[in-house]
């Protein structure tokens, strides 16, 4: 059963189901939609932003909605109340991600670390197309015993430990046309 935070939808970013999110990231596709209508002077942020809050907690019927759905959603409310400039000029942007390493580290494998790399590289492609900007990353020091296939930690953990740290910093940074870092955080 899941259990939906403020009566919001789950969102569907990529292969990803996010719940519980924060509002930040809509703020943000707000603001640097008006900005890049040039309309810095833009009024109704804070009044569009409870509106969609409103429709997503008690007007949507659907129980997940795709990020590129809402996005549709937002323009579609911003052309009704005449701001058709926003409209056209609003980013695409998801809420922050969070992937488990170790989950794809199961699912690569003991010992298949090019199979992980591999996985968690597209992940985060996939991810970046969908207007993701911030990742969060959980266990990483579970995925290296996994990898390594041991129980405690070795020396050779120590060097998996960086090489996937310096990994993971290297694909914050875009390969799409219009480049676009990405926050990480590792916990």
């Known amino acids: 059963m899941i259990c939906i935070v403020g009566n919001r939808p789950v969102l569907q970013v990529g292969r990803q189901q996010v719940s519980g ?7 943000d596709t707000i603001i640097r939609g008006a900005q890049a209508a040039e309309r810095d002077d833009f009024p109704f942020v ?3 932003l409870e509106g969609i809050l409103h429709y997503l907690e008690n007007k949507c019927p659907l129980r997940v909605l795709t990020v590129e759905e809402l996005h ?16 056209h000029t609003l980013p695409l942007l998801a809420p922050p991600v969070t992937l488990s390493l170790s989950r794809a580290a199961k699912e690569a494998g003991n010992g298949f670390e090019l199979a992980f790399f591999n ?3 597209d992940e ?10 911030e990742l969060h990353f959980t266990g990483t ?12 930690w070795t020396t050779h953990c120590d060097k998996l430990h960086e090489e996937i740290i310096t990994f ?16 990480l955080s590792l916990a």
């Open 72 to 87: 549709t959603r937002v323009r579609r409310m911003l052309k009704r109340i005449g701001c058709e400039a926003i409209a």
């Open 46 to 48: 804070d009044d569009l």
């Open 168 to 183: 993971l910093m290297k694909h914050g940074q875009s390969t799409l046309p219009s480049p676009r870092e990405i926050r």
């Open 119 to 121: 996985k968690v590289h």
């Open 141 to 152: 020091r579970d995925c290296v015993k996994l990898l390594r296939n041991v129980t405690r």
């Open 124 to 133: 985060i492609e996939d991810l970046k197309l969908h207007g993701v900007e």
């Open 21 to 27: 999110y924060g509002t930040e990231w809509l703020r």
